[in-house]
């Protein structure tokens, strides 16, 4: 399968468990009902002329008895597990790798499931994992929600210039390639920038 799901024949697309796509630079096939949906979805559109691009956000659910699992993401690759207890017999499993939050496994517990599905579809990361400097924390204070931002700086006509910029999106790349720098906030606090 293409990024649109149509495979080396252009007759022929395909949805669900047998679909294999790129992802993150690699190919996976998802084997869960929340894909065949989705994807099916895509194809029709992509029969219909949509030129859509398959963005998969896997998630899963299971009933086993008395428990419901549902997970958002997928673990591959995590480095680290954080558990958080619920209430009463609720928890949730939260897997990153280095400070990227990467999937939620959660028992009982949809609030922790729906709340990782956003962070993770955004590509936001829950407080647990803190990326190194420049990045700081912009922190909701009713939620989970935490954004991290770098404060850059560029010289330009002999004086500088900043800007903020938030560290998921490619904006933080694009300004270093562009001859901006990082600035330690702590630097910010201390004295006004040099003017030079
Ligand atoms: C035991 C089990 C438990 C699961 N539990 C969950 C769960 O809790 N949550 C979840 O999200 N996912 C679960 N899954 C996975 C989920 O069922 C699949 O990911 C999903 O059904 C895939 O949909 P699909 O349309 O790709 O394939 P299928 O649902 O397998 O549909 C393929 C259809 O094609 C038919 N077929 C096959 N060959 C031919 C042929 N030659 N001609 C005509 N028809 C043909 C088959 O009979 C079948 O009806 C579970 C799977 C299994 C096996």
Redesign the pocket.
């Known amino acids: 399968m293409d990024a649109h799901l149509r495979t080396s024949d252009p007759a022929i697309w395909s ?4 679909a294999s796509f790129p992802w993150k630079g690699g190919r996976i096939r998802l ?6 949906i989705d994807q099916a979805e895509a194809v029709a559109a992509n029969i219909l002329g949509a030129g859509e691009v398959y963005q998969a956000k896997p998630w ?3 009933d086993q008895f008395g428990l419901k699992l549902q997970i958002a993401g997928l673990n591959t690759g995590y480095d680290r597990i954080v558990t958080r207890k619920g209430e009463g017999d609720a928890a949730s499993f939260w897997y990153y790798r280095g400070a990227d939050l990467l999937a939620v496994d959660a028992m009982n517990d949809s609030r922790a499931y729906m709340i990782g599905k956003r962070l993770i579809e955004a590509g936001i990361s829950a407080p647990d994992g803190d990326p190194p400097r420049p990045w700081h924390r912009i922190k909701a204070s009713d939620d989970a929600t935490t954004l991290w931002y770098a404060v850059m700086r560029r010289r330009e006509k002999g004086i500088f210039i900043g800007t903020l910029t938030l560290r998921h999106g490619d904006h933080h790349a694009l300004l270093l390639e562009r001859g901006w720098e990082e600035i330690p906030v702590e630097e910010l606090r201390d004295r006004e920038l040099p003017v030079g």
Do not use: R
């Open positions: 949805a669900g468990d047998c084997e869960s009902v929340g894909n065949a899963f659910w299971s």
